[in-house]
Every structure is written in C-alpha cells, then in structure tokens.
C-alpha cells in the first residue's frame, strides 16, 4: 500500500495522476496557510497541530510577524515547486479536480458509515462559520500529516522492516490489519483531552469506519486527495 518513490520524469499528465510529494506541498497549501492565519483568532487549536506555538514563539507573539512567515512558508512552498520543475501543480484545474474528488470522497465516505452504524450526525459544532473553517482546515492538513502520513505510513514503513512479508497473503494482511488499527486509533483519538467528545460505541465506530476510508484515499490516491476530503467533510459537518 506504500507508494513508490517519485522518478526523474515528469508524471503522466491528467487530472487523476497519483499525488506526489511535491505536488501535495501546493495542493495542500490553502489548508497550511488559511488555518495557521486563523487560529491565533481562536481559543483553540486543533490538537494534532504542531506547529503554531512554535512559529508564535519565534516572532516572539507578535501577530504581523506570524502572518508575514506564514505567508513566506507558503511561498516557499511555491517556488520549492518551481525549483523542482513541478509547475503543473500549480495550474487552476489541478485544484478544481481535487476539490471536486474531496467532495465525492466526502460524500461516499458520509454515506458509508452511516450505512454501517445507522444515521449518525457529528455535529454541528457550535463554534461559528469563522471557526468551523478555520479548525476544518486544520484538521484536514494536521490530522491527515499525523495519522495517515505518520502513523499509518511509516508505522507501516517500520513494520515491514521489523517483519517483512514473505508471503502474499501476508503483503495483504498486514497492511490491512494496520489500516484498521489506525482507524480505530484516529476515532479514539476524538475522545481524549479537555475537549474530547463523551464515548459512545456509536460514533466511535462511525469515525473509525471515516478513518479507515481516509486510509484507503491516502494509500491510493495520496496526501493532497485526503487532506481536502477531511477538510471538506469538517466544512460539511461544522459549518454547513
């Protein structure tokens, strides 16, 4: 299920080329910058997010200075692109595409697990159509760089290391053991903390059943395609 490594050509051309690390930086990218320009407005942040107390110490918590490296990482991220001659990231048409798939992705996955638990309805939260973006974008990048990226990716990277599959029922199973592993640690995960929801099997299953299926974006499609599905299923479920 792990991706093979990126070559020296340039990938095939078309909307439903597999996403690539380069590509993923800018694919990503209004999810990295729309979120770290809106949390310090908030209370809160997501809980996954490792990265803003440590760039609000750096500029010493002067806010301009915060947005103005921000928005210099978000350019970096750019011309990094640029430099590495993966330009066609950048087009319009890429980001339609992607937006259009994190939709059906979102969509398909809502339905999925309502079919297998029963109809279960994560929110509204009440937080604001400012907040309930703000916090959907940083779960979509953060959850997605910690669970499916980390955990899931190079715990399976490790785990294939430690053990590796001689045999092809193995090559299946392990990779597919660990996806369910994941999952149900990522649903857990929303009940731990000050701000953790109250257990119910229900919509632990339901999230799980949401875990596994951003597992499955993740191992077949990429980073990009997941982070805007989760995105646009937090926008779903808080804002709208």
């Not at 107390?53 to 750019?78: D, F, K, P, W």
């Not at 990048?141 to 715990?155: A, D, I, K």
């Not at 299926?213 to 299923?233: D, E, K, N, S």
Request: with cysteine; aromatic share 16%; charged share 10%.
């Amino acid at each position: 299920m792990a991706r093979a490594a990126t070559n020296s050509k340039e990938p095939p051309s078309g909307p439903l080329r597999t996403s690539d690390p380069w590509s993923d930086l800018v694919l990503t990218l209004p999810m990295f910058v729309g979120y770290h320009l809106g949390v310090v407005f908030l209370p809160v942040r997501n809980a996954a997010d490792m990265v803003t107390r440590e760039l609000v110490a750096l500029v010493e918590h002067n806010m301009a200075a915060y947005g103005g490296l921000t928005l210099a990482i978000g350019l970096a991220y750019v011309l990094l692109l640029g430099l590495a001659g993966r330009g066609h990231a950048l087009h319009w048409q890429r980001f339609a595409f992607i937006a259009a798939e994190g939709v059906l992705y979102a969509v398909a996955m809502r339905m999925s697990a309502s079919y297998v638990v029963g109809r279960v309805f994560l929110g509204p939260v009440p937080m604001g159509a400012f907040a309930g973006t703000v916090m959907s974008f940083g779960a979509g990048f953060y959850e997605e760089l910690t669970f499916r990226v980390l955990f899931f990716g190079g715990g399976l990277k490790l785990l294939n290391l430690a053990y590796p599959a001689t045999t092809a029922l193995r090559k299946l199973v392990v990779p597919a053991g660990w996806a369910v592993l994941t999952a149900a640690v990522f649903s857990g995960w929303h009940y731990v903390g000050a701000f953790g929801d109250p257990f119910e099997a229900q919509s632990f299953v339901f999230r799980a059943v949401c875990g596994l299926a951003f597992v499955l974006i993740y191992a077949f499609r990429g980073f990009a395609p997941v982070v805007w599905t989760h995105t646009i299923y937090d926008l779903w479920v808080m804002v709208f």
